[in-house]
């Protein structure tokens, strides 16, 4: 019997409220699952889990066992890490969230060297415009841009960005150019439902800050399908500057408003747990840091 294993499948069954969960985030079947977490209770002699139409809950065995568990995993990752640093290696999966956009423009280019410096090494891209929960997704990482607002998560910066309202030369053709953020009250502006000011965007001015509604007749939940209505001349997106860095640069979109920058936004690599990260999950962040470095339009002048 893999103590190991089936302490790791008895972990995601805890963290994800059921055996389905678990299956799909160990990639393995749910009766697969439920035989590792019997055979676990079959040779502790106690039962971890209470088992009901409804779910599963722990039992109070199951409860004092769910910590030492924990323990033993992350002691048994902690010396296999250190054996493969020690031999100048990392190897394992890592589970990597990012935002759709930023995952294709900016993460996925990157992966491509350090693969091939750590051929035991694996990841696993999870894309989605959404806040992601690192615990049910089982997630090793992610990578949020903007400030967090739940003390708990554990986060680290690797970069910066800067913000710039957008659109095509073609809808300012058509509409005229703001000369001040509040003559976007007469704009089509395009709504990216995940922004955290929600249809109000934030400007730098010479009084300071100041928050401007704003409001137009096209609004998504994905920043790829609010970049894509910029191309296409449907109106005005306050965005961050790597969403729109090579457009910029050849002209197929035009920065307005220029002196009244947003203030910077953080790019954060988020981590599910305060305990020491694993080697793997370390090498990845800490290779996207570095790339991000090289990139002005993902650091500020003093550096991420």
Not at 54 to 62: K, Q, Y
Not at 117 to 128: A, I, K, Q, T
Not at 166 to 181: E, H, I, Q, W
Request: charged fraction near 20%.
């Amino acid at each position: 019997m893999d103590l190991l294993l089936h302490f790791r499948t008895f972990l995601r069954v805890a963290d994800l409220g059921g055996f389905s969960a678990a299956a799909r985030a160990l990639n393995t079947s749910q009766p697969a699952v439920s035989r590792q977490v019997a055979e676990l209770e079959a040779q502790l002699g106690a039962r971890l889990l209470h088992r009901s139409s409804t779910g599963i809950a722990l039992t109070e065995d199951g409860a004092a066992f769910l910590d030492q568990a924990r323990a033993a995993v992350e002691a048994a990752d902690a010396a296999l890490a250190t054996l493969g640093e020690a031999r100048g290696q990392v190897a394992g999966r890592v589970r990597l969230g990012a935002g759709v956009a930023f995952g294709r423009l900016h993460v996925v280019p990157r992966l491509a060297p350090l693969l091939a410096r750590h051929p035991g090494l694996s990841v696993e891209l999870v894309l989605g415009d959404g806040a992601a929960d690192l615990v049910g997704d089982a997630l090793d990482a992610t990578i949020r841009i903007g400030a967090l607002t739940d003390p708990a998560l554990v986060a680290r910066r690797i970069g910066m960005t800067r913000r710039v309202v957008v659109a095509s030369p073609d809808y300012l053709a058509r509409a005229g150019t703001p000369a001040r953020p509040e003559e976007l009250a007469g704009h089509e502006c395009l709504i990216f439902t995940g922004l955290s000011t929600g249809a109000a965007w934030p400007f730098e001015g010479p009084g300071g800050q100041v928050l401007v509604p704003v409001a137009g007749r096209f609004r998504a939940n994905s920043s790829e399908a609010v970049r894509a209505a910029v191309l296409a001349g449907m109106g005005l997106y306050l965005a961050p500057l790597w969403l729109f860095a090579e457009e910029l640069r050849t002209g197929q979109v035009s920065a307005v408003l220029p002196e009244w920058t947003p203030s910077l936004l953080p790019i954060q690599a988020v981590f599910p747990t305060r305990r020491q990260v694993p080697a793997r999950v370390r090498a990845v962040v800490e290779h996207l840091a570095a790339e991000f470095r090289l990139d002005p339009t993902l650091t500020d002048h003093a550096g991420a």
